[in-house]
């Protein structure tokens, strides 16, 4: 069989060794050397070129339910923490009662072994079953945190996952790779405050471009339609973009733009500094389009 392996940039260096492996088993082995952001960006193009038989997504979850033109197995990729490290955070939730409780794909084969921790400790742990599995929290989705706790507790390492994160509750993350807890309420009020400011900048902007990603998990054909048709209503230019990879540089250098409408991985709205202009989900165009009316 010839196979197409794929890794999250975190990942990559276990390429060569897992290649290997499956060469052993008789395998034709490939490694796709592309940028690979979340289980949403599988490599099907290089998978085509290739005439693979099947690509091997490591690092995540199965993502995408719908049928695919070449077979994908996703392999997550666990990494265990010691539980009692999560001591770190008691003196920090010593007020809350209740606690919802989140990580990564990475440690979340031990989101019972957390909870159960945790009410040891004398707490209530709250969940709700997440787009792909209880406890999970991805950059585009923590529908698994249930804000009727009094705190909210977050798991593994960096801000992009807790950040999805939406919520007026006290937000604390523990980092088990630097043993450290952070309050990462001021991050998440920026952030909105962030998209708050593009909101009210949009109102004036006179040329839209929509932006469509190609990537199979975050393809918005049908979103991109329904904001052209609305601009359109209104007599707003605009112009529906298509790449694979949403650059910053090369949307900039149509120099028409004064503001984007992104349908792609909602977490690219907050890159506005690298685009240097607004950038609106279709949740916030929607919110342009409403406040537009009074104006």
């Known amino acids: 069989m010839r196979i197409l392996l794929q890794f999250p940039e975190g990942l990559k260096q276990k390429g060569p060794e897992l290649a290997k492996e499956y060469e052993k088993e008789g395998h034709e082995v490939f490694l796709s050397a592309s940028a690979c952001y979340g289980a949403c960006d599988l490599c099907l193009d290089e998978a085509r070129w290739l005439e693979a038989d099947r690509i091997v997504h490591f690092g995540h979850n199965k993502f995408i339910n719908t049928k695919l033109p ?24 010593a007020n809350y009662k209740t606690i919802s409780l989140g990580t990564t794909v990475q440690h979340v084969h031990q989101f019972e072994e957390m909870k159960e ?17 209880m406890g999970q929290i991805l950059g585009c989705d923590a529908t698994t945190i249930d804000n009727s706790a009094d705190a909210i507790v977050f798991v593994g390492s960096g801000r992009f996952h807790p950040l999805a994160i939406d919520s007026e509750k006290p937000v604390f993350a523990y980092n088990p790779y630097e043993d450290r807890v952070r309050n990462l309420n001021e991050d998440i009020e920026t952030l909105k405050k962030r998209r ?3 909101i009210a900048k949009a109102l004036t902007c006179k040329k839209f471009g929509i932006l469509v990603s190609t990537k199979p998990g975050q393809f918005g054909i049908a979103q991109a339609k329904w904001a052209k048709q609305e601009l359109d209503k209104r ?22 733009f004064d503001c ?23 949740s916030m165009l929607k919110e342009v389009l409403e406040l537009s009316k009074s104006l």
Do not use: W
């Not at 077979?71 to 939730?93: D, N």
């Not at 921790?117 to 079953?129: C, H, I, S, Y």
């Not at 007599?235 to 028409?256: R, T, W, Y």
């Not at 792609?264 to 202009?277: K, L, Y």
């Open 117 to 133: 921790f945790f009410e040891k400790n004398g707490k209530t742990v709250l969940a709700k079953q997440g787009a792909r599995t």
């Open 235 to 256: 007599g707003i230019e605009n112009a529906i973009l298509v790449a694979n990879e949403l650059e910053p540089m090369s949307i900039k250098n149509f120099m028409v």
């Open 196 to 198: 708050k400011g593009a």
């Open 260 to 282: 984007l409408v992104n349908t792609a991985c909602p977490r690219i709205a907050d890159d506005q500094e690298e685009f240097e202009m607004p950038v609106l989900n279709i």
């Open 70 to 93: 070449i077979p994908v197995e996703y392999v997550p990729y666990h990494f265990s923490i010691k539980i009692e490290k999560l001591e770190k955070l008691l003196p920090e939730i």
